[in-house]
């Protein structure tokens, strides 16, 4: 079932991000931020729940982008349990996402991806989407 996350999710999102990027982060940092997207227009949390907690999780962040002439959707974080994937979860979420991005106006849906994440990337592929850009990032 793929619903909004709720802040009893927070544990579990914590669980998976950490997952994700192979790394404990900081959580009272953490806890900030997730607080913060639930008070942010066109910012959706969805979680995939599976007996009772939650298996995948995908944020996805709506808004304006002069250079599409219009509305586009990124999704930001995605993840799903390392032990359950390949079991249509993510196919799920994602499809969520689009929904969404459609439902918001969005011409264009995009998602950045670490190039290590190879299986991700075809994933994306999968589902439709095409590789056509590099990321590049500076630590502040």
Known sequence: MI???KMEDEPYI????????GEELDR????????????LPGYFCL???ENGSVAGILTL????MLCRAGRIGEIVE???????RSQGIGHSLFEEARAIAIQEGCVRLEVSSNKVRT??????????????????????
Not at 14 to 21: A, G, I, S, T
Not at 61 to 64: A, C, E, F, I, K
Not at 78 to 84: G, I, P, R
Not at 123 to 129: D, L
């Open 3 to 5: 619903r909004f996350a």
């Open 14 to 21: 914590y669980r998976l991000l950490c997952e994700l990027e």
């Open 28 to 39: 009272e940092g953490f806890e900030r931020t997730f607080l913060e997207y639930e008070k």
């Open 47 to 49: 979680a995939a729940e």
């Open 61 to 64: 962040r709506t808004g304006p």
């Open 78 to 84: 995605f993840v799903v349990d390392q032990e359950l």
């Open 119 to 140: 299986g991700a990337h075809r994933f994306y592929e999968r589902e439709g989407m095409a590789q056509s850009h590099y990321k590049f990032v500076q630590l502040l």
